[in-house]
């Protein structure tokens, strides 16, 4: 789809293609509906971000929260949405040995006692070891900065997913 | 459940059970969690509440939008939330005569083109001759104040999805 079929799309439509673009919150792209027409595919996550950025600190925990775990149980059940099984299996987390599954749970436990949200990392942009290994650090981080770099994260999974969703290559249209 | 095991949740369990009380925004309970201890229910409720009022316009918006039709698509094919599935069926819309089903689609999308969200009222308070009545005469409102009346709905269904989640009636515990 190219940026002039997102901008005529009636709500209801917008909010089921992009609910997802960031994680179980259709909540900010019903907003983001508001702020059509969107010159392009840039302008669209801008409102994304900015709409993020506004809000409160606990609304950035919020957003962290609604994010599952990584190899967590999830995955295990088939409860993810298609999005994060897509990414979680990209990144080789559908396929860990026992091993890295014990130290993935065990570390995603610590990381969320320690901080009240669950670790976040664009699955896309990294394999399993990449994974592991920034898990572990960032569990000695200080809250504060594990916060923005999880909106981070969050930012450029949100990126890859609307890039998966609107055409950049179309020709200029008048 | 009373507050003190409200209060003892961890996020993810807070969330699976608090997570739709206002309708398809587990981000606003997520980033509510934050807010703990609550001192009772009231206090949880503000929180949200509180939440709710810092949000920008859009956000509102948003939130409206994520608000199924009455009586609409979403009931015809089950994908209802749990908790609007029982709030609709108590009003008595899930079994609306062929001439109501017809007025109310007709109301419904009228009011959609006009304002840009969908008509939200607390069906838990309402009968479907009441909600007729009131979505036919709320068509006709300006969109600022329909944006303020919708919001005034949305805390009253939260209201009633937190009161059926939380015992008010323990006795005072040291």
Redesign the interface.
């Known amino acids: 789809m190219d940026i002039g079929a997102v901008n005529a799309l009636?709500?209801?439509d917008f909010?089921n293609i992009f609910g997802n673009v960031v994680e179980?919150?259709?909540?900010?792209?019903?907003?983001?509906?508001?702020?059509r027409p969107f010159a392009n595919l840039a302008a669209l996550e801008a409102a994304v971000s900015d709409?993020i950025d506004?809000?409160?600190?606990?609304?950035h925990?919020?957003?962290l929260?609604?994010h599952p775990d990584l190899a967590g149980r999830d995955l295990q059940s088939g409860t993810l949405t298609r999005e994060s099984r897509d990414e979680q299996a990209g990144a080789g987390l559908d396929a860990l040995s026992s091993a890295e599954a014990r130290t993935m749970g065990r570390l995603n436990d610590e990381y969320?006692r320690r901080f009240?949200?669950p670790f976040v990392i664009c699955a896309r942009l990294n394999d399993k070891e990449n994974i592991l290994r920034q898990l572990s650090e960032r569990c000695a981080n200080e809250p504060a900065e594990e916060r923005a770099r999880g909106m981070e994260e969050v930012k450029k999974i949100c990126r890859l997913r609307l890039q998966g969703l609107v055409r950049t290559d179309a020709p200029n249209k008048l």
Chains 1, 2 share one sequence.
Not at 24 to 35: F, G, L, N, Q
Not at 54 to 59: F, I, R, T
């Open positions: 009636p709500y209801d909010v179980k919150c259709p909540v900010i792209s019903a907003a983001v509906w508001s702020r709409f506004a809000l409160p600190e606990s609304g925990e919020g957003i929260r609604c969320k009240g949200f």
